[in-house]
């Protein structure tokens, strides 16, 4: 298989632009994760989806973010507008069974520079 | 709600020589805990889960990790490292939370390993 994938994997952007983060799961995993890693903050959850519906997004820092997932195999993670503080790498993590009661794999990752 | 505590950010130890990466978690339910490992510019990675039975767990590359309850700690243990072991690690604990499994991570201790 493979694996979570995530595009881009680098996006320099300036503030006020829109940001769109995509990311492939791995085949047959029902449950999707969105993080954000920051030095600052560490590994915030951002959202979770299972079975492509949101059950938890809790974590999604304030109306600039969102996210879909229009189905099993493709979620997206757009920013509008952009800003500085939003500098950060995402993370996508995808998951067999109702969120994770066993292992997350993780893509490598979209760093993301908001200048 | 549930919580994990890494003391340590970073544990510099000399090539060979043992380490204990400390974790310590909170919870009002039961849970699985998990180490997981990031190498530089990649996504985490499991590198060994207690989800029930023994205690004790271990890894393919020779890292283990003890379930104490009573302490609420899960620390890992190598005891001899290799260079190739330097990267950050993260303790995470899953309890369930609003229907779902729901994982939280530490902030990460990074290991750095000494020629």
């Known amino acids: 298989d493979a694996g979570v994938i995530q595009s881009p994997r680098h996006e320099v952007t300036e503030m006020g632009q829109e940001v769109t983060l995509r990311c492939k799961p791995i085949?047959?995993?029902?449950?999707l994760f969105w993080y954000r890693q920051t030095m600052m903050r560490g590994l915030e959850l951002l959202i979770y989806?299972?079975?492509?519906?949101?059950?938890?997004d809790s974590g999604m820092p304030e109306d600039r973010f969102s996210a879909k997932m229009p189905n099993a195999s493709f979620s997206t993670l757009k920013i509008q507008p952009s800003e500085p503080r939003d500098s950060a790498v995402y993370f996508c993590?995808?998951?067999?069974?109702?969120?994770?009661?066993?292992?997350?794999?993780f893509g490598e990752g979209s760093r993301l520079t908001v200048l | 709600a549930q919580s994990v505590t890494q003391l340590d950010s970073q544990v510099p130890v000399f090539e060979e020589a043992p380490v204990e990466l400390r974790c310590n978690y909170s919870?009002?339910?039961?849970?699985?805990l998990f180490w997981y490992v990031q190498y530089p510019n990649q996504g985490l990675q499991l590198l060994l889960k207690?989800?029930?039975?023994?205690?004790l767990v271990e890894s393919i590359n020779g890292f283990e990790a003890e379930f104490n309850k009573s302490q609420t700690s899960f620390h890992l243990r190598k005891p001899s490292v290799h260079i190739s072991d330097t990267a950050e690690y993260f303790c995470?604990?899953?309890?369930?939370?609003?229907?779902?499994?729901?994982?939280?991570f530490g902030t990460g201790t990074k290991l750095q390993v000494i020629p």
């Open positions: 993590a995808s998951s067999l069974g109702q969120g994770a009661a066993g292992e997350l794999f």
């Open positions: 085949s047959g995993h029902n449950s």
């Open positions: 989806f299972n079975n492509n519906v949101p059950i938890d």
């Open positions: 919870s009002s339910v039961s849970v699985y």
């Open positions: 207690y989800l029930s039975g023994s205690t």
């Open positions: 995470a604990v899953s309890g369930l939370s609003g229907g779902y499994q729901k994982v939280t």
